[in-house]
C-alpha cells in the first residue's frame, strides 16, 4: 500500500497516510492544527533486493561468455 504525504497550509508541516493506489484523497485534516493539508508530489527510492542483472546477467564488459547477445 503506498504512503502519502500532505503539508498543511497552516503550519507547514507534513503528514504520511497509507491508502490504496487510487484512494488516496486530495486534501486531509492537519493533525496538528486542524487546518487543510493538501496532497503534495513525494520522491521514492526503489529497493532492489537480492541479485540482479547488475551482478549477475552483465559485466562492464558487456554479456557474460557464452551468452547471446
Given at each position: 500500500m503506498p504512503i502519502y504525504e500532505y503539508e498543511c497550509e497552516e503550519c507547514g508541516?507534513?503528514?504520511e497516510y497509507a491508502a490504496p493506489i487510487g484512494q488516496a484523497a486530495d486534501r486531509k485534516i492537519c493533525r496538528v492544527c486542524g487546518?487543510?493539508?493538501?496532497?503534495?508530489?513525494?520522491?521514492?527510492?526503489?529497493l532492489f533486493i537480492g541479485p540482479g542483472f547488475h551482478c549477475n546477467d552483465y559485466t562492464s564488459y558487456g554479456?557474460?561468455?557464452g551468452e547471446d547477445a
Open positions: 508541516e507534513i503528514t487546518d487543510v493539508a493538501h496532497r503534495v508530489l513525494s520522491s521514492f527510492v526503489p554479456p557474460r561468455e
